[in-house]
């Protein structure tokens, strides 16, 4: 009962500081409830609720969405975090850290399968990354405190509390702890895995999938799928240098068929790979076809071949609001199509409870860029989802695009590319792709000028206020003058068109 008391009352500091939580059934946007309640009352409330077992959806939704109205008008200057010092940061990061840990056990008292688009699955998505949000704000915080400004200091999967977090169920000192057929979420640092980690009904913070394989000679491998190479094994090292901005272990209870399927994935990818013909990237996020693979299809395909576990447990769906920019991007929906279209994004492990969090690693030099980008794309997607708001590559961008399709073809000159990009890369996917680049840039040079401004990091609310207000602001100057505007010439509204 005392665990559950402290998680509440950090769970509820940190959201309040920095996380507008969306509310069901508009799953990217903020409620808007005025609340009455001070903070103490809504302490004790939400610990009545937390420390009882949830025992149905109706129950799991009405809490959730009660906590989500009562928090989102709180501001970050009426949670004090200014007044606590890195000790109490780290405590308070170790407390909603267990907090979700305790929410995802829960989850496993709830069968989603009877309704897929029950509100409470959609509550519960919402909170796990409320509370993500939440420590990312205080790590960035705390970094702050550390000056911790150092590059080579941190090194994915290696460290201490508040950077690595460790399940108490398991041991894990680093990632040389890591089992075989061990699931790694992680998050990138380009603004195409934030648009990967927010492009489903669901917004998540997670943008790639890797499947860890020790061989017989105990050493560490990743099966895995990218952009601009398609399917590869390589070394742990690998991963580990990309240094991306979050990383979290997930393990399944049955390790004897996890290794049996990542062994059977890594033999595949790499039959591929010294054949000279890696598996090309699936630009259609269909997992049910295997010929081409996207970073998540290589643990659903590896898990359902060996095992036949279908993997995730509750599958992603698209807004219909964003069929332009799936079809640009080469998935094969239409209006027909898109409300019955499935597929694996990388966070829906997250709300799969057959498997366990082992641990999860930041890296706290990522956090305010991984925010803003996250902040950044949720804006996008709601713009394009209410505003009709499309992409459209300039001159520039499309001179680029299509001199490089034509280089990458030749080769003789393919070797001198800088930027490589996979055959079966349509122009018009790697306009978008570059396009999505140079808007998401703008947008987060912009955040940054408004960041410096500020005595201590922009809470969510507070990103999300500024971009709304730039883009109207924008607007205005791009239809006075498009060579004016910063971002409207390459992402704007368009006609609705009729049916």
Avoid at 343 to 362: I, Q, Y
Avoid at 445 to 459: M, R
Avoid at 460 to 474: A, H, I, N, S, Y
């Amino acid at each position: 009962m005392k665990n559950r008391l402290i998680s509440v009352v950090v769970v509820l500091t940190f959201v309040i500081a920095c996380s507008p939580v969306s509310s069901p059934p508009s799953k990217r946007h903020p409620a808007s409830q005025e609340a009455n309640q001070g903070l103490r009352e809504v302490l004790l409330e939400l610990h009545d609720q937390l420390a009882r077992p949830v025992e149905d959806h109706q129950q799991c939704f009405t809490g959730a969405e009660s906590y989500y109205q009562k928090l989102f008008t709180l501001s970050a200057d009426s949670a004090g975090l200014l007044k606590y010092n890195s000790a109490d940061i780290e405590e308070m990061i170790q407390a909603t850290f267990q907090s979700k840990l305790i929410i995802r056990e829960d989850l496993k008292n709830l069968d989603f399968k009877q309704s897929f688009s029950d509100k409470c699955y959609h509550s519960v998505r919402a909170l796990l990354r409320a509370l993500r949000y939440a420590e990312d704000y205080l790590i960035e915080l705390n970094s702050m405190y550390e000056n911790a400004l150092d590059e080579k200091k941190y090194t994915t999967l290696v460290g201490k509390p508040p950077y690595l977090m460790v399940n108490p169920k398991f041991t894990f000192k680093d990632y040389n702890d890591l089992q075989s057929g061990d699931v790694i979420l992680s998050r990138g640092n380009a603004y195409t895995s934030a648009a990967i980690a927010r492009i489903g009904e669901d917004d998540a913070q997670f943008s790639h999938v890797s499947f860890v394989y020790k061989d017989p000679q105990g050493k560490l491998w990743t099966s895995e799928a990218h952009i601009e190479i398609g399917s590869v094994v390589n070394p742990i090292q690998n991963h580990l240098d990309e240094r991306n901005a979050r990383t979290v272990v997930f393990r399944y209870p049955d390790q004897a068929l996890a290794h049996k399927a990542a062994e059977y994935m890594f033999k595949l990818v790499q039959q591929h790979e010294l054949s000279g013909k890696n598996i090309p990237y699936d630009f259609g996020m269909n997992y049910k076809d295997s010929s081409e693979l996207f970073c998540s299809e290589i643990v659903a395909k590896g898990f359902m071949d060996v095992g036949k576990v279908d993997v995730p447990l509750y599958k992603s769906r698209f807004p219909e609001g964003l069929l332009p920019f799936l079809q640009q991007l080469g998935i094969k929906v239409n209006k027909t199509t898109i409300l019955d279209f499935e597929t694996f994004a990388p966070g829906d492990l997250e709300v799969d409870p057959r498997f366990s969090v082992v641990a999860e690693w930041r890296n706290p030099l990522m956090m305010k860029h991984s925010r803003m980008r996250d902040a950044i794309l949720t804006k996008m997607f709601e713009w394009m989802e209410k505003l009709n708001y499309q992409f459209e590559a300039g001159g520039k961008i499309s001179t680029q695009v299509y001199m490089g399709w034509v280089m990458r073809r030749m080769p003789f000159l393919k070797k001198k590319l800088i930027e490589k990009f996979p055959l079966n890369m349509k122009p018009a996917q790697l306009k978008l792709f570059m396009t999505l680049e140079k808007v998401g840039g703008i947008l987060e040079t912009e955040l940054l000028k408004e960041d410096k401004k500020s005595s201590q990091p922009l809470s969510l609310k507070q990103l999300f206020t500024f971009l709304d207000e730039l883009r109207v602001k924008d607007l205005v100057a791009y239809k006075k003058h498009k060579r004016k505007a910063l971002f409207h010439r390459y992402f704007y509204p368009h006609p609705v068109k009729k049916e």
